[in-house]
């Protein structure tokens, strides 16, 4: 089993830049695909960006592309987002997932294991 916990959401201004964390629990973190996802107030939950449990492959959605990056580092069991550019329309809270192998999904009911999420709040 797998525990997951957000860190670095805050509020920022449009243009800004912040780093998310995703803290993992357990010995097995290098076995788990990642994902990332938002949800803003009265919206539904939406793909970020996934990279596979090596960190060999990475996949981003559309308002991802070219301003967030993913990434991680399995000697610390910690995948993060970095999201450069940032825009009132990102405010949400983000997510990160994890699925056993393979390099995720685009889709969140395919993911086991959910952090609590951190608020991202982008000012104009």
């Known amino acids: 089993q797998v525990q997951l916990v957000e860190s670095g959401g805050e509020l920022v201004q449009a243009g800004g830049s912040l780093r998310l964390s995703c803290a993992a629990s357990g010995r097995t973190f290098s076995s788990y695909a990642i994902g990332w996802f938002r949800q803003a107030p009265g919206k539904e939950r939406e793909f970020v960006a996934r990279?596979?449990?090596?960190?060999?492959?990475?996949y981003y959605g559309n308002s991802a592309k070219g301003r967030f990056t993913i990434f991680r580092d399995n000697a610390k069991n910690t995948g993060y987002l970095q999201m450069n550019s940032l825009k009132p329309e990102d405010t949400a809270v983000y997510y990160c997932?994890?699925?056993?192998?393979?390099?995720?999904?685009?889709?969140?009911?395919?993911?086991?294991?959910w952090g609590q999420g951190t608020q991202v709040t982008v000012s104009s």
């Open positions: 997932a994890a699925v056993r192998g393979g390099s995720g999904s685009y889709y969140a009911s395919e993911y086991d294991y």
């Open positions: 990279i596979s449990f090596n960190g060999g492959r990475t």
